[in-house]
Protein backbone atom coordinates (compact mmCIF):
# COMPACT_ATOMS: atom_id res chain seq x y z
CA UNK A 1 0.00 0.00 0.00
CA UNK A 2 2.87 2.42 0.68
CA UNK A 3 4.37 1.81 -2.81
CA UNK A 4 0.88 2.71 -4.17
CA UNK A 5 0.29 5.70 -2.13
CA UNK A 6 3.90 7.24 -3.36
CA UNK A 7 2.85 5.81 -6.87
CA UNK A 8 -0.16 8.21 -6.67
CA UNK A 9 1.36 10.85 -5.74
CA UNK A 10 3.78 10.67 -8.20
CA UNK A 11 1.06 10.29 -10.71
CA UNK A 12 -1.27 13.39 -9.12
CA UNK A 13 1.92 15.70 -9.58
CA UNK A 14 1.87 14.63 -13.36
CA UNK A 15 -1.83 14.60 -13.85
CA UNK A 16 -1.37 18.79 -12.90
CA UNK A 17 -0.11 19.79 -15.76
CA UNK A 18 -1.81 17.80 -18.53
CA UNK A 19 -4.97 18.31 -16.84
CA UNK A 20 -4.20 22.01 -17.43
CA UNK A 21 -2.86 22.16 -21.11
CA UNK A 22 -6.17 20.01 -22.09
CA UNK A 23 -8.34 22.01 -20.49
CA UNK A 24 -7.12 24.88 -22.70
CA UNK A 25 -7.33 22.72 -25.77
CA UNK A 26 -11.18 22.10 -25.40
CA UNK A 27 -11.03 26.05 -24.15
CA UNK A 28 -12.60 25.88 -20.89
CA UNK A 29 -11.17 27.07 -17.19
CA UNK A 30 -8.73 25.02 -15.77
CA UNK A 31 -10.52 23.57 -12.78
CA UNK A 32 -12.70 22.03 -15.21
CA UNK A 33 -10.04 19.58 -16.48
CA UNK A 34 -8.35 19.29 -12.86
CA UNK A 35 -11.64 18.52 -11.03
CA UNK A 36 -12.63 16.29 -14.56
CA UNK A 37 -9.41 14.38 -13.42
CA UNK A 38 -10.08 13.98 -10.22
CA UNK A 39 -13.62 12.58 -10.66
CA UNK A 40 -12.67 10.43 -13.10
CA UNK A 41 -9.66 9.59 -11.23
CA UNK A 42 -11.48 8.21 -8.52
CA UNK A 43 -14.38 6.45 -9.90
CA UNK A 44 -12.78 4.65 -12.22
CA UNK A 45 -9.82 3.50 -9.55
CA UNK A 46 -12.62 2.03 -7.15
CA UNK A 47 -14.81 0.82 -10.30
CA UNK A 48 -12.80 0.34 -12.86
CA UNK A 49 -11.97 -3.40 -14.59
CA UNK A 50 -8.16 -2.89 -14.17
CA UNK A 51 -6.33 -2.28 -10.77
CA UNK A 52 -3.43 0.29 -11.83
CA UNK A 53 -5.08 2.11 -14.51
CA UNK A 54 -5.61 5.91 -14.51
CA UNK A 55 -8.47 8.16 -15.71
CA UNK A 56 -8.62 11.85 -16.46
CA UNK A 57 -8.91 14.29 -18.77
CA UNK A 58 -7.35 13.50 -21.52
CA UNK A 59 -6.01 15.62 -25.32
CA UNK A 60 -7.66 12.98 -27.31
CA UNK A 61 -10.96 13.83 -25.71
CA UNK A 62 -10.14 17.72 -25.36
CA UNK A 63 -9.76 17.95 -29.36
CA UNK A 64 -13.32 16.73 -29.93
CA UNK A 65 -14.93 19.13 -27.65
CA UNK A 66 -13.38 22.54 -28.76
CA UNK A 67 -15.70 23.12 -31.38
CA UNK A 68 -18.99 22.20 -29.26
CA UNK A 69 -17.79 24.42 -26.56
CA UNK A 70 -16.55 27.27 -29.23
CA UNK A 71 -20.34 27.13 -31.00
CA UNK A 72 -22.97 26.61 -28.19
CA UNK A 73 -20.79 27.19 -24.47
CA UNK A 74 -19.61 25.55 -21.64
CA UNK A 75 -23.01 23.93 -19.88
CA UNK A 76 -23.29 22.42 -23.78
CA UNK A 77 -20.10 20.51 -22.85
CA UNK A 78 -21.47 18.98 -19.00
CA UNK A 79 -24.61 17.98 -21.02
CA UNK A 80 -22.94 16.62 -23.44
CA UNK A 81 -20.28 14.52 -20.92
CA UNK A 82 -23.81 13.31 -19.05
CA UNK A 83 -25.09 11.98 -22.13
CA UNK A 84 -21.17 10.60 -23.07
CA UNK A 85 -21.69 8.88 -19.75
CA UNK A 86 -24.63 7.64 -20.36
CA UNK A 87 -24.24 6.04 -23.54
CA UNK A 88 -20.76 4.24 -21.93
CA UNK A 89 -23.36 2.80 -19.16
CA UNK A 90 -24.90 1.40 -22.08
CA UNK A 91 -22.07 -0.34 -23.65
CA UNK A 92 -21.06 -1.79 -20.66
CA UNK A 93 -24.10 -2.95 -20.29
CA UNK A 94 -24.61 -4.27 -23.55
CA UNK A 95 -21.03 -6.01 -22.29
CA UNK A 96 -19.89 -3.92 -26.38
CA UNK A 97 -16.27 -4.41 -24.32
CA UNK A 98 -15.39 -7.62 -25.70
CA UNK A 99 -15.15 -5.76 -29.19
CA UNK A 100 -11.96 -4.67 -27.92
CA UNK A 101 -10.62 -8.45 -28.95
CA UNK A 102 -10.91 -7.54 -32.71
CA UNK A 103 -7.99 -5.43 -32.27
CA UNK A 104 -5.24 -7.04 -33.93
CA UNK A 105 -1.73 -7.17 -32.82
CA UNK A 106 -0.25 -4.77 -35.07
CA UNK A 107 -2.64 -1.90 -34.28
CA UNK A 108 -2.12 -2.31 -30.76
CA UNK A 109 1.63 -1.73 -31.70
CA UNK A 110 1.05 0.96 -33.77
CA UNK A 111 -1.20 2.57 -31.09
CA UNK A 112 1.55 1.99 -28.54
CA UNK A 113 4.09 3.87 -30.79
CA UNK A 114 1.78 6.65 -32.10
CA UNK A 115 0.73 7.41 -28.04
CA UNK A 116 4.32 7.55 -27.62
CA UNK A 117 5.21 10.12 -30.21
CA UNK A 118 1.86 12.08 -29.43
CA UNK A 119 3.38 12.10 -26.20
CA UNK A 120 6.39 13.76 -26.92
CA UNK A 121 5.01 16.00 -29.36
CA UNK A 122 2.73 17.37 -26.82
CA UNK A 123 5.90 18.10 -24.32
CA UNK A 124 7.28 20.19 -27.37
CA UNK A 125 5.03 23.53 -26.42
CA UNK A 126 6.88 23.51 -23.21
CA UNK A 127 10.15 24.50 -25.28
CA UNK A 128 8.11 27.46 -26.45
CA UNK A 129 7.42 31.23 -24.99
CA UNK A 130 4.38 33.60 -25.64
CA UNK A 131 6.17 37.35 -26.34
CA UNK A 132 4.41 40.21 -25.09
CA UNK A 133 2.94 40.92 -29.35
CA UNK A 134 1.53 37.28 -29.20
CA UNK A 135 3.75 35.38 -31.15
CA UNK A 136 5.08 32.03 -29.85
CA UNK A 137 8.43 31.18 -29.98
CA UNK A 138 11.32 28.72 -29.06
CA UNK A 139 13.15 29.44 -26.22
CA UNK A 140 17.16 30.31 -26.53
CA UNK A 141 20.50 30.99 -24.74
CA UNK A 142 19.97 30.50 -20.85
CA UNK A 143 15.90 29.80 -20.67
CA UNK A 144 16.83 26.67 -23.08
CA UNK A 145 20.17 25.42 -21.36
CA UNK A 146 18.27 25.49 -18.15
CA UNK A 147 15.18 24.08 -19.21
CA UNK A 148 17.09 21.05 -21.41
CA UNK A 149 19.42 20.82 -18.06
CA UNK A 150 16.22 20.36 -15.83
CA UNK A 151 14.94 17.65 -18.01
CA UNK A 152 18.30 15.38 -18.27
CA UNK A 153 18.92 15.76 -14.59
CA UNK A 154 15.20 14.33 -13.99
CA UNK A 155 15.71 11.73 -16.49
CA UNK A 156 18.79 10.31 -15.05
CA UNK A 157 17.41 10.99 -11.76
CA UNK A 158 14.49 8.19 -12.45
CA UNK A 159 16.64 6.12 -14.03
CA UNK A 160 19.51 5.56 -11.11
CA UNK A 161 16.85 5.67 -8.42
CA UNK A 162 15.67 1.79 -8.81
CA UNK A 163 19.28 1.06 -9.19
CA UNK A 164 19.67 2.45 -5.68
CA UNK A 165 15.97 2.25 -3.80
CA UNK A 166 12.58 0.75 -4.41
CA UNK A 167 11.22 2.33 -1.30
CA UNK A 168 10.50 5.25 -3.41
CA UNK A 169 9.59 5.97 -6.81
CA UNK A 170 11.81 7.14 -9.51
CA UNK A 171 9.61 9.96 -10.77
CA UNK A 172 8.59 11.08 -7.48
CA UNK A 173 12.26 11.66 -5.92
CA UNK A 174 12.92 13.09 -9.08
CA UNK A 175 10.16 16.18 -9.37
CA UNK A 176 11.44 16.71 -5.16
CA UNK A 177 15.10 17.14 -6.06
CA UNK A 178 14.53 19.15 -8.75
CA UNK A 179 12.16 21.26 -8.04
CA UNK A 180 14.53 21.50 -4.42
CA UNK A 181 17.39 22.56 -6.63
CA UNK A 182 15.47 24.58 -8.63
CA UNK A 183 14.18 27.21 -5.84
CA UNK A 184 16.94 26.99 -3.87
CA UNK A 185 19.53 27.96 -6.82
CA UNK A 186 16.88 30.81 -7.90
CA UNK A 187 16.81 28.95 -11.29
CA UNK A 188 14.35 31.06 -13.78
CA UNK A 189 12.42 28.23 -15.22
CA UNK A 190 9.19 27.99 -15.93
CA UNK A 191 6.71 26.28 -13.20
CA UNK A 192 3.22 25.31 -13.00
CA UNK A 193 2.10 28.32 -10.97
CA UNK A 194 2.81 30.10 -14.87
CA UNK A 195 0.38 27.84 -16.28
CA UNK A 196 -2.70 28.35 -13.99
CA UNK A 197 -3.39 29.31 -10.20
CA UNK A 198 -4.56 25.79 -8.75
CA UNK A 199 -6.32 27.51 -6.02
CA UNK A 200 -9.71 26.77 -5.56
CA UNK A 201 -12.16 25.21 -3.18
CA UNK A 202 -14.51 22.12 -3.51
CA UNK A 203 -16.54 21.32 -7.06
CA UNK A 204 -20.39 21.53 -6.38
CA UNK A 205 -23.01 20.03 -7.81
CA UNK A 206 -24.78 21.86 -11.05
CA UNK A 207 -27.86 20.64 -13.30
CA UNK A 208 -26.22 22.04 -16.67
CA UNK A 209 -27.74 24.59 -18.09
CA UNK A 210 -29.10 24.07 -21.21
CA UNK A 211 -32.59 24.03 -22.47
CA UNK A 212 -34.20 20.50 -22.26
CA UNK A 213 -36.09 19.72 -25.78
CA UNK A 214 -35.06 17.63 -28.62
CA UNK A 215 -32.95 20.57 -30.53
CA UNK A 216 -30.60 20.54 -27.60
CA UNK A 217 -30.28 16.51 -28.11
CA UNK A 218 -29.59 16.87 -31.85
CA UNK A 219 -26.66 19.28 -30.60
CA UNK A 220 -24.99 17.60 -27.78
CA UNK A 221 -26.01 13.32 -29.69
CA UNK A 222 -23.30 13.29 -32.25
CA UNK A 223 -20.32 15.06 -29.87
CA UNK A 224 -21.19 12.48 -27.14
CA UNK A 225 -21.56 9.14 -29.42
CA UNK A 226 -17.56 10.89 -31.07
CA UNK A 227 -16.60 10.62 -27.62
CA UNK A 228 -17.99 7.79 -25.88
CA UNK A 229 -16.15 6.11 -28.62
CA UNK A 230 -13.42 7.71 -28.18
CA UNK A 231 -12.68 7.42 -25.02
CA UNK A 232 -13.98 3.56 -24.58
CA UNK A 233 -11.77 3.30 -27.30
CA UNK A 234 -8.57 4.82 -25.39
CA UNK A 235 -9.41 2.90 -21.94
CA UNK A 236 -9.95 -0.51 -23.43
CA UNK A 237 -6.37 -0.51 -24.87
CA UNK A 238 -4.82 0.98 -22.41
CA UNK A 239 -6.60 -1.72 -20.23
CA UNK A 240 -5.14 -4.51 -22.80
CA UNK A 241 -1.72 -3.35 -22.86
CA UNK A 242 -1.52 -2.67 -18.59
CA UNK A 243 -2.89 -6.68 -18.84
CA UNK A 244 -0.10 -7.85 -20.82
CA UNK A 245 2.45 -5.66 -18.85
CA UNK A 246 1.34 -7.47 -15.49
CA UNK A 247 0.14 -10.70 -17.03
CA UNK A 248 -3.41 -10.29 -15.51
CA UNK A 249 -6.90 -9.95 -17.69
CA UNK A 250 -9.48 -6.68 -16.39
CA UNK A 251 -12.59 -6.42 -17.17
CA UNK A 252 -13.42 -4.75 -20.57
CA UNK A 253 -17.34 -4.69 -19.46
CA UNK A 254 -16.79 -3.33 -15.59
CA UNK A 255 -14.30 -0.49 -17.27
CA UNK A 256 -17.11 0.72 -20.20
CA UNK A 257 -19.48 1.06 -16.53
CA UNK A 258 -16.82 2.33 -14.42
CA UNK A 259 -16.10 4.96 -17.52
CA UNK A 260 -19.72 5.64 -17.88
CA UNK A 261 -20.40 6.51 -14.06
CA UNK A 262 -17.58 8.98 -14.03
CA UNK A 263 -18.28 11.07 -17.28
CA UNK A 264 -21.98 11.34 -15.66
CA UNK A 265 -20.56 12.14 -11.96
CA UNK A 266 -18.74 14.58 -13.68
CA UNK A 267 -20.87 16.38 -15.94
CA UNK A 268 -23.48 17.03 -13.19
CA UNK A 269 -20.10 18.62 -11.26
CA UNK A 270 -19.43 21.55 -14.40
CA UNK A 271 -15.93 19.30 -15.87
CA UNK A 272 -15.10 18.02 -18.96
CA UNK A 273 -15.27 14.17 -17.98
CA UNK A 274 -12.41 12.00 -19.50
CA UNK A 275 -11.18 8.29 -19.93
CA UNK A 276 -8.24 6.33 -19.61
CA UNK A 277 -4.30 7.84 -19.50
CA UNK A 278 -1.77 6.03 -20.95
CA UNK A 279 1.03 8.08 -20.45
CA UNK A 280 -0.16 8.38 -16.33
CA UNK A 281 -0.88 4.96 -16.36
CA UNK A 282 2.60 3.92 -17.77
CA UNK A 283 3.57 6.31 -15.03
CA UNK A 284 1.58 4.49 -12.18
CA UNK A 285 2.90 1.14 -13.38
CA UNK A 286 6.44 1.56 -13.61
CA UNK A 287 6.51 3.78 -10.38
CA UNK A 288 5.36 0.02 -8.53
CA UNK A 289 1.70 1.30 -8.57
CA UNK A 290 -0.28 -2.24 -8.90
CA UNK A 291 -4.04 -1.84 -6.81
CA UNK A 292 -6.53 0.62 -6.68
CA UNK A 293 -5.06 2.43 -4.01
CA UNK A 294 -2.62 4.26 -6.21
CA UNK A 295 -5.44 5.55 -8.42
CA UNK A 296 -7.30 6.23 -5.25
CA UNK A 297 -4.20 8.03 -3.77
CA UNK A 298 -3.89 9.71 -7.21
CA UNK A 299 -7.20 11.36 -7.19
CA UNK A 300 -7.38 12.58 -3.19
CA UNK A 301 -3.78 14.06 -3.82
CA UNK A 302 -5.06 15.64 -7.04
CA UNK A 303 -7.86 17.29 -4.64
CA UNK A 304 -5.89 18.17 -1.74
CA UNK A 305 -3.80 20.13 -3.99
CA UNK A 306 -6.15 22.49 -5.29
CA UNK A 307 -7.76 22.93 -1.87
CA UNK A 308 -4.47 22.79 0.58
CA UNK A 309 -1.53 23.10 -1.62
CA UNK A 310 -1.52 25.25 -4.44
CA UNK A 311 1.18 27.43 -3.68
CA UNK A 312 3.63 24.36 -3.04
CA UNK A 313 2.78 22.46 -6.24
CA UNK A 314 2.73 25.64 -8.07
CA UNK A 315 6.62 26.02 -7.43
CA UNK A 316 7.31 22.77 -9.25
CA UNK A 317 9.28 23.34 -12.71
CA UNK A 318 7.45 22.65 -15.56
CA UNK A 319 11.01 20.63 -16.99
CA UNK A 320 10.86 18.07 -13.84
CA UNK A 321 7.28 17.22 -15.18
CA UNK A 322 8.33 16.71 -18.85
CA UNK A 323 11.63 15.17 -17.54
CA UNK A 324 8.95 12.53 -16.47
CA UNK A 325 7.18 12.45 -19.87
CA UNK A 326 10.17 12.05 -21.66
CA UNK A 327 10.88 9.01 -19.29
CA UNK A 328 7.15 7.56 -20.11
CA UNK A 329 7.78 8.13 -24.06
CA UNK A 330 10.85 5.84 -23.74
CA UNK A 331 9.31 3.26 -21.43
CA UNK A 332 5.59 3.40 -23.65
CA UNK A 333 7.70 3.39 -27.02
CA UNK A 334 8.07 -0.69 -28.40
CA UNK A 335 11.08 -0.81 -29.48
CA UNK A 336 11.01 -4.42 -30.37
CA UNK A 337 8.90 -3.32 -33.25
CA UNK A 338 11.84 -1.91 -35.19
CA UNK A 339 13.20 -6.32 -35.29
CA UNK A 340 9.50 -7.25 -35.57
CA UNK A 341 8.66 -4.98 -38.52
CA UNK A 342 11.35 -7.16 -40.01
CA UNK A 343 10.30 -10.47 -39.54
CA UNK A 344 6.03 -10.08 -40.01
CA UNK A 345 4.44 -10.02 -42.84
CA UNK A 346 4.57 -7.06 -45.02
CA UNK A 347 0.25 -6.19 -44.63
CA UNK A 348 1.11 -6.21 -40.60
CA UNK A 349 4.10 -4.70 -41.06
CA UNK A 350 1.92 -1.62 -43.12
CA UNK A 351 -0.51 -1.58 -40.45
CA UNK A 352 1.56 -0.96 -38.03
CA UNK A 353 3.65 1.89 -39.63
CA UNK A 354 -0.13 2.90 -40.47
CA UNK A 355 -1.75 3.23 -37.18
CA UNK A 356 1.32 4.77 -36.33
CA UNK A 357 1.03 7.61 -38.33
CA UNK A 358 -2.88 8.41 -38.24
CA UNK A 359 -2.09 8.66 -34.68
CA UNK A 360 0.10 11.02 -35.07
CA UNK A 361 -1.92 13.25 -37.91
CA UNK A 362 -5.60 12.26 -36.45
CA UNK A 363 -6.39 10.42 -33.27
CA UNK A 364 -6.10 7.66 -31.34
CA UNK A 365 -9.87 6.13 -31.97
CA UNK A 366 -9.27 7.65 -35.74
CA UNK A 367 -6.34 5.62 -35.92
CA UNK A 368 -7.06 2.14 -34.43
CA UNK A 369 -10.67 2.07 -36.82
CA UNK A 370 -8.81 2.67 -39.35
CA UNK A 371 -6.31 -0.28 -38.45
CA UNK A 372 -8.63 -2.68 -37.90
CA UNK A 373 -10.85 -2.25 -41.14
CA UNK A 374 -7.28 -2.74 -43.14
CA UNK A 375 -6.73 -5.56 -41.24
CA UNK A 376 -10.19 -6.88 -41.92
CA UNK A 377 -10.19 -6.45 -45.40
CA UNK A 378 -6.75 -8.13 -45.58
CA UNK A 379 -7.51 -10.76 -43.91
CA UNK A 380 -10.55 -10.65 -46.29
CA UNK A 381 -8.58 -11.12 -49.37
CA UNK A 382 -6.20 -13.78 -48.01
CA UNK A 383 -9.24 -15.83 -46.79
CA UNK A 384 -10.98 -15.23 -50.51
CA UNK A 385 -7.65 -16.51 -52.36
CA UNK A 386 -7.91 -20.01 -49.76
CA UNK A 387 -11.36 -21.07 -51.52
CA UNK A 388 -10.40 -24.15 -53.85
CA UNK A 389 -12.61 -26.41 -55.32
CA UNK A 390 -11.75 -29.65 -56.66
CA UNK A 391 -14.15 -32.60 -58.46
CA UNK A 392 -14.00 -36.06 -60.18
CA UNK A 393 -16.54 -38.11 -61.93
CA UNK A 394 -18.00 -41.30 -61.00
CA UNK A 395 -20.97 -43.70 -62.31
CA UNK A 396 -23.16 -41.66 -59.85
CA UNK A 397 -22.07 -38.28 -61.56
CA UNK A 398 -19.82 -35.50 -60.75
CA UNK A 399 -18.77 -34.54 -57.38
CA UNK A 400 -17.13 -31.43 -56.29
CA UNK A 401 -15.06 -30.87 -53.03
CA UNK A 402 -15.14 -27.11 -51.26
CA UNK A 403 -12.35 -26.24 -49.33
CA UNK A 404 -12.06 -23.04 -47.22
CA UNK A 405 -14.37 -20.09 -46.67
CA UNK A 406 -17.47 -18.89 -48.75
CA UNK A 407 -18.35 -15.49 -47.42
CA UNK A 408 -18.56 -12.02 -49.25
CA UNK A 409 -14.92 -11.94 -50.32
CA UNK A 410 -14.84 -15.50 -52.07
CA UNK A 411 -18.56 -15.57 -53.04
CA UNK A 412 -17.84 -14.18 -56.84
CA UNK A 413 -14.82 -16.96 -57.55
CA UNK A 414 -16.88 -19.67 -56.09
CA UNK A 415 -19.32 -19.76 -59.52
CA UNK A 416 -16.05 -19.99 -61.48
CA UNK A 417 -15.37 -23.61 -60.34
CA UNK A 418 -18.47 -24.92 -61.63
CA UNK A 419 -19.75 -25.91 -65.57
CA UNK A 420 -23.20 -26.43 -65.35
CA UNK A 421 -23.61 -26.89 -68.77
CA UNK A 422 -20.82 -29.23 -69.02
CA UNK A 423 -21.51 -31.87 -65.81
CA UNK A 424 -24.24 -34.60 -65.91
CA UNK A 425 -27.46 -34.58 -64.68
CA UNK A 426 -26.79 -35.07 -61.00
CA UNK A 427 -24.05 -32.82 -59.73
CA UNK A 428 -22.95 -33.23 -56.05
CA UNK A 429 -20.85 -30.61 -53.90
CA UNK A 430 -19.76 -31.59 -50.78
CA UNK A 431 -18.86 -28.72 -47.79
CA UNK A 432 -16.93 -30.93 -45.49
CA UNK A 433 -14.39 -29.17 -45.47
CA UNK A 434 -15.69 -25.81 -46.12
CA UNK A 435 -17.49 -23.08 -44.45
CA UNK A 436 -20.12 -20.88 -45.07
CA UNK A 437 -19.97 -17.47 -42.95
CA UNK A 438 -22.57 -15.33 -44.31
CA UNK A 439 -25.43 -14.49 -46.09
CA UNK A 440 -23.16 -13.52 -49.47
CA UNK A 441 -22.11 -17.48 -49.04
CA UNK A 442 -25.80 -18.48 -48.86
CA UNK A 443 -26.94 -15.99 -51.69
CA UNK A 444 -23.79 -17.84 -53.72
CA UNK A 445 -25.54 -21.68 -52.97
CA UNK A 446 -28.58 -20.06 -54.00
CA UNK A 447 -27.13 -18.83 -57.19
CA UNK A 448 -25.48 -21.68 -58.45
CA UNK A 449 -28.61 -24.08 -58.11
CA UNK A 450 -30.25 -21.48 -60.27
CA UNK A 451 -28.03 -21.95 -62.81
CA UNK A 452 -28.03 -26.06 -62.97
CA UNK A 453 -31.43 -25.91 -62.80
CA UNK A 454 -31.44 -23.60 -66.13
CA UNK A 455 -29.04 -26.17 -67.12
CA UNK A 456 -31.50 -28.96 -66.36
CA UNK A 457 -29.29 -30.73 -63.66
CA UNK A 458 -29.82 -31.36 -60.36
CA UNK A 459 -27.51 -30.45 -57.65
CA UNK A 460 -27.02 -32.62 -55.13
CA UNK A 461 -25.59 -30.39 -51.49
CA UNK A 462 -23.85 -32.04 -49.14
CA UNK A 463 -22.20 -31.20 -45.40
CA UNK A 464 -24.14 -28.19 -44.86
CA UNK A 465 -25.09 -27.31 -41.25
CA UNK A 466 -28.48 -26.90 -40.42
CA UNK A 467 -28.03 -23.14 -39.90
CA UNK A 468 -27.44 -23.47 -43.46
CA UNK A 469 -29.96 -25.37 -44.73
CA UNK A 470 -32.65 -23.40 -42.74
CA UNK A 471 -31.44 -20.30 -44.36
CA UNK A 472 -31.36 -21.57 -48.11
CA UNK A 473 -33.90 -21.03 -50.53
CA UNK A 474 -34.89 -23.99 -51.95
CA UNK A 475 -34.42 -22.89 -55.69
CA UNK A 476 -34.59 -25.31 -58.60
CA UNK A 477 -33.39 -29.08 -58.53
CA UNK A 478 -31.09 -28.47 -55.04
CA UNK A 479 -31.20 -31.74 -53.15
CA UNK A 480 -30.38 -31.12 -49.14
CA UNK A 481 -28.63 -34.16 -47.97
CA UNK A 482 -28.46 -34.74 -44.35
CA UNK A 483 -25.89 -36.20 -43.20
CA UNK A 484 -24.44 -37.82 -39.63
CA UNK A 485 -21.43 -35.70 -39.63
CA UNK A 486 -23.15 -32.47 -40.46
CA UNK A 487 -20.87 -29.70 -39.05
CA UNK A 488 -22.75 -27.80 -36.72
CA UNK A 489 -21.49 -23.74 -36.61
CA UNK A 490 -23.59 -20.62 -36.27
CA UNK A 491 -23.88 -18.54 -39.06
CA UNK A 492 -23.68 -14.42 -38.05
CA UNK A 493 -24.41 -15.54 -34.27
CA UNK A 494 -23.76 -13.75 -31.06
CA UNK A 495 -22.95 -16.54 -28.15
CA UNK A 496 -22.53 -13.62 -25.98
CA UNK A 497 -19.17 -14.51 -24.43
CA UNK A 498 -19.84 -18.03 -24.88
CA UNK A 499 -17.46 -20.55 -27.04
CA UNK A 500 -19.48 -21.39 -30.22
CA UNK A 501 -20.54 -25.24 -30.72
CA UNK A 502 -17.46 -27.46 -32.04
CA UNK A 503 -17.76 -27.81 -35.73
CA UNK A 504 -16.52 -27.64 -39.00
Same mark, same amino acid.
Given at each position: ?56 ? /? ?188 ? @? ?31 ? /? ?115 ? @? ?19 ? /? ?85
Amino acid at each position: MRIDTLSGLTVALALVPEAIAFAFVAQVDPLVGLYAAFFVGLITAIFGGRPGMISGA /TGALAVVMTALVVEHGVQYLFATVVLMGILQLLAGIFRLGKLIRMVPHPVMLGFVNGLAIVIFLAQMSQFKETLPNGDTVWLSGMAMYGMLGLIGLTMALIWVTPKLTKAIPGPLLAIVVVSILAIVLDIDTRTVGDMASLSAGLPTFIIPDVPMNFETLTIIFPYALILAAVGLIESLLTLNLVNDMLD @KRGGASRECLAQGAANVVSGFFGTMGGCAMIGQ /TMINVSSGGRGRTAGIAAALFLLSFILFASSLIEQIPIAALVGVMFMVVIGTFAWSSFNIIRQIPLKDAFVLILVSGVTVISDLAVAVIVGVIVSALVYSWEMAKHLNVSSHVDSDG @KHYKINGHLFFGSASEFHYFF /TPNEDPDVTEVDFFNARVWDHSGIEAIETLAEKYDRAGKTLVLRHLSADCRALLDKKGKMVLMEEYDDPVYGLAVDYQGQEAPAGH
